[in-house]
């Protein structure tokens, strides 16, 4: 994946908040297809495929009462294991193009106007199509793509304003208290200055000490109790400085992209939901600064 659609929060934000007192929800409730079996997708709440095996039986407490956090997938080996999204209701709209007809270049250029070169390169046009279009491809819940013309254009509007309050005005790509002084290495990588909250000054973008002066390594936003398949793996050890309090971009969790992708699981299920393969960004989670089609939008 390249740069983590602005769409990747779009996947996963809703994946665990659909939920009832009591009654089956799940995408399980009436079993599964033959070669299929009930699995958990544990990327919103800790839930593992042991905890989803009853729903087909009727059980009606959780998992089994949030309609995603339990699924039929292929008991295939090897078969993309992509967690659905919540249910809208709504109909495909095989009318309209979304990007013909409601979401438009000009439309595009007239509501995202990046101010840094940065941003310029990832938040573009074609590649917020790409994504749309590589998600809609994995999912039966079209992005942008269900019900009228109205509640189309009224998802897309949605999206572009939560974009745009978490990039500020589509200008950030890095959070930047973890990402300070970002500099280019000679060997293509970015390099970031990370700095602690009590040491950070928002209003200058400083740091009065650098986050290595007290710590070994880097150890934010690694959850070690939510590895694979649950999360990236990572410990906080295996980021370390390179010198003059700088550490490798590619190699560290913290917030990026239009939708703040940040924690160890949550780049796992950006990943797979958006490519069926968790590997990508949980190998390099800076591609969701820096691959236009790939930051979670």
Same mark, same amino acid.
């Not at 390249?2 to 007192?21: D, E, F, R």
């Not at 095989?94 to 840094?116: A, C, G, H, N, R």
């Not at 560290?252 to 960004?281: C, E, I, V």
């Given at each position: 994946?390249h740069?983590?659609?602005?769409?990747?929060?779009?996947v996963?934000?809703?994946?665990?908040? !659909?939920?009832q007192?009591?009654?089956?929800l799940?995408?399980?409730?009436?079993?599964?297809?033959?070669?299929e079996?009930? *699995?958990?997708?544990?990327f919103?709440?800790? *839930? %593992?495929?042991?905890?989803?095996?009853?729903?087909?039986?009727?059980?009606?407490?959780?998992?089994c009462?949030?309609?995603?956090?339990?699924?039929?997938?292929?008991?295939?080996? &090897?078969?993309?294991?992509v967690?659905p999204?919540?249910?809208? &209701?709504?109909?495909v709209?095989?009318?309209l193009?979304?990007?013909?007809?409601?979401?438009?270049?000009?439309?595009?250029?007239?509501?995202?106007?990046?101010?840094?070169?940065?941003?310029?390169?990832?938040?573009? !046009?074609?590649?917020?199509?790409?994504?749309?279009?590589?998600?809609n491809?994995?999912?039966?819940?079209?992005?942008?793509?269900m019900?009228?013309?109205?509640?189309?254009?009224?998802?897309?509007?949605?999206?572009?304003?939560?974009?745009?309050?978490?990039?500020?005005? !589509?200008?950030?790509?890095?959070?930047?208290?973890?990402?300070? %002084?970002?500099?280019?290495g000679?060997?293509?990588?970015?390099?970031?200055?990370?700095?602690? @909250?009590?040491?950070?000054?928002?209003?200058?973008?400083?740091?009065?000490?650098?986050?290595?002066?007290?710590?070994?390594?880097?150890?934010?936003?690694?959850?070690?109790?939510?590895?694979?398949?649950?999360?990236?793996?990572?410990?906080?050890?295996?980021?370390?400085?390179?010198?003059?309090? !700088?550490?490798?971009?590619? @190699?560290?969790?913290?917030?990026?992209?239009?939708?703040?992708t940040g924690?160890?699981?949550?780049?796992? &299920?950006?990943?797979?939901s958006?490519?069926? %393969?968790?590997?990508?960004?949980?190998? %390099?989670p800076?591609? *969701?600064?820096?691959n236009?089609?790939?930051?979670?939008?």
């Amino acid at each position: 994946m390249h740069t983590t659609l602005l769409l990747t929060a779009a996947v996963l934000l809703p994946s665990g908040i !659909y939920a009832q007192k009591g009654g089956n929800l799940s995408n399980c409730k009436n079993g599964c297809n033959l070669g299929e079996t009930c *699995v958990g997708n544990p990327f919103s709440q800790p *839930v %593992n495929d042991d905890d989803c095996k009853t729903c087909a039986a009727g059980r009606y407490w959780w998992p089994c009462n949030f309609e995603t956090l339990c699924f039929c997938h292929s008991i295939e080996e &090897g078969a993309l294991r992509v967690p659905p999204a919540p249910k809208s &209701g709504l109909r495909v709209n095989e009318e309209l193009d979304l990007s013909k007809d409601i979401l438009t270049q000009d439309v595009f250029s007239l509501l995202v106007s990046p101010t840094t070169d940065e941003a310029k390169a990832l938040y573009t !046009y074609d590649g917020l199509c790409n994504a749309i279009s590589q998600y809609n491809d994995n999912h039966k819940e079209k992005f942008g793509n269900m019900g009228t013309e109205e509640q189309m254009r009224a998802e897309i509007a949605a999206f572009l304003a939560h974009t745009a309050i978490d990039t500020k005005q !589509y200008s950030t790509v890095r959070e930047d208290m973890h990402c300070l %002084n970002p500099m280019t290495g000679s060997d293509g990588k970015v390099y970031c200055q990370p700095c602690k @909250e009590e040491h950070y000054d928002p209003d200058t973008k400083t740091c009065s000490q650098s986050y290595f002066a007290t710590e070994n390594s880097y150890k934010e936003y690694c959850d070690v109790t939510r590895q694979a398949p649950q999360g990236c793996s990572c410990n906080n050890e295996q980021v370390v400085q390179t010198g003059n309090g !700088y550490m490798p971009a590619s @190699e560290a969790y913290f917030k990026r992209g239009a939708l703040s992708t940040g924690w160890n699981y949550d780049y796992y &299920g950006a990943s797979q939901s958006l490519m069926g %393969n968790p590997n990508m960004l949980c190998d %390099n989670p800076d591609l *969701v600064s820096t691959n236009p089609q790939e930051s979670p939008r």
